[in-house]
């Protein structure tokens, strides 16, 4: 049971290059998520996904798009990588967003954009 | 609009100590109040939980207080180790949060340093 997985760990893009982040979650969790965290910001929801085939937008969602592609899995996807988008990227799960809130965060991917 | 604000920023407390960081909330709605542990290079950790039913809630040497009428709740760490050196997190979560629907809107952090 590896919990929630992301590739990849480091990237170092620049300025207009595009790239996808990959999740995936083995709990069998409905809701899936995508945060930023920058250096004394906390962390901020880009998007999140309620249930397989759902996506919403959160507090910062300029610059990115997601896909749900089937429960286990949800990309993070910049088009356009910009300097503004340096940062630690988190995904996470939760059982379900209507009983439960509890959620369960990947390792992160570091990525740089020059 | 900060909808969740967490001080002090950095807080350094003694082995053995007790380590108090507190958090302020503004929407009303929140329904669940969690705190999450980071360490260096990893992913949060789910820390203990609260919902706005019960006014405190204890696990092991770690308590929440919860405030409903100051909108307010604080994470007490007990008999504080150099273990519990880490950054921690408030957050609050609920139906309309400002982070979007019910993902979870965090604090900006506090860096515990436990000393020796």
């Known amino acids: 049971n590896a919990g929630v997985t992301q590739t990849p760990k480091f990237q170092v893009l620049k300025t207009g290059q595009s790239m996808t982040l990959q999740c995936a979650q083995d709990m069998n969790h409905n809701s899936m998520y995508w945060y930023r965290q920058d250096p004394g910001m906390g962390l901020r929801l880009i998007y999140y996904?309620?249930?397989?085939?759902?996506?919403d937008k959160g507090e910062v969602p300029n610059g990115y798009n997601v896909s749900r592609l089937n429960k286990r899995e949800f990309s993070l996807r910049l088009e356009s990588a910009a300097p503004s988008q340096t940062s630690v990227y988190f995904c996470a799960s939760s059982a379900t967003w209507t009983e439960s809130y509890e959620q369960y965060f990947g390792p992160g991917t570091r990525l740089t954009v020059t | 609009q900060q909808q969740v604000k967490q001080s002090p920023q950095s807080l350094i407390v003694q082995k053995g100590g007790i380590s108090i960081i507190n958090c302020a909330y503004e929407n009303t709605a929140f329904d669940y109040f969690p705190w999450y542990q980071q360490f260096p290079g990893k992913g949060p950790a789910l820390l203990i939980a609260?919902?706005?039913?019960?006014s405190e809630k204890k696990e092991g040497r770690f308590t929440i207080s919860f405030n409903k009428s100051a909108k307010q709740f604080s994470l007490h760490i007990m008999d504080s180790q150099p273990g519990d050196s880490a950054t921690y997190f408030c957050a609050a979560s609920g139906p309309n949060s400002g982070g979007g629907a019910d993902g979870l809107t965090f604090g900006k952090g506090t860096h515990l340093i436990i000393q020796p």
């Open positions: 996904s309620a249930s397989e085939g759902t996506t």
């Open positions: 609260i919902r706005p039913d019960v």
